[in-house]
């Protein structure tokens, strides 16, 4: 499967900054997708992030707080935007290839905001 | 309302029994199910996955089973070992990939400790 790196590993932020998170793979992936998990809670997808076009997003994420970018097949960017608090979670990239086939994920950014 | 439910946040098992993990969901299109376990500072790895079509998907020690009338699926892992301590995740989607259908939709984690 593709290796996933993604930077920082964990950071802790002011209130109503911004960080912008990395995706690498070392391989073109045809799906890219971003997910939160919250303290407590199950993985739950923000959005995929479609090459060339804009990130198709989930109900109750939107694009002004989590803009994504997507320039190429190995790469991705998600940015938490005005952070808060209630934005403290993991936060992780995951790439699939096609329909059958199990999604792979990277090791996450620990975000705590203060 | 969650789709996919772990009703069981921790599980122990002593080293070299079994270890029943279960996870029950509510959507009749769900048709492709997925584990995955997650360690402490790592992402989640997938771990083993079965189709609607089948009922039971076997790799090494890790058995998956499913019932499609309960809505139910169950992991087992034989014999436990100290190393499969970690956070399990049972997670769903339909086979239609793209597009909100086609999301992956996750179970909150079963925690096993498999005591020495």
């Known amino acids: 499967s593709a290796v996933i790196s993604q930077k920082p590993s964990r950071d802790i932020c002011q209130r109503g900054t911004s960080l912008t998170i990395q995706c690498q793979v070392d391989?073109?992936?045809?799906?890219m997708f971003w997910y939160r998990q919250q303290p407590g809670q199950s993985l739950t997808l923000i959005a995929t992030a479609n090459q060339g076009s804009e990130a198709t997003y989930e109900s109750g994420f939107v694009i002004d707080k989590f803009p994504i970018s997507r320039p190429n097949l190995t790469f991705s960017t998600l940015t938490v935007s005005n952070m808060s608090p209630e934005d403290s979670s993991i936060y992780l990239c995951?790439?699939?290839?096609?329909?059958?086939?199990?999604?792979?994920f990277g090791d996450g950014t620990r975000l705590s905001i203060l | 309302d969650q789709q996919v439910k772990q009703n069981s946040p921790s599980l122990s098992v002593q080293e070299g029994r079994i270890s029943i993990l279960n996870c029950d969901y509510t959507?009749?299109?769900?048709?492709?199910f997925l584990w995955y376990k997650k360690y402490p500072a790592e992402g989640p790895t997938f771990l083993i996955s079965i189709s609607s079509i089948k009922d039971k998907n076997e790799d090494g020690r890790f058995t998956v089973f499913l019932n499609k009338s309960a809505k139910h699926l169950s992991l087992h892992i034989v014999p436990s070992q100290p190393g499969d301590s970690a956070v399990y995740f049972c997670a769903a989607r339909t086979m239609n990939y793209g597009g909100s259908q086609g999301n992956l939709i996750f179970g909150k984690g079963t925690k096993l400790s498999v005591k020495p």
């Open positions: 391989s073109q992936v045809t799906m």
């Open positions: 995951s790439v699939g290839e096609r329909w059958g086939q199990p999604q792979h």
């Open positions: 959507n009749s299109m769900f048709d492709y």
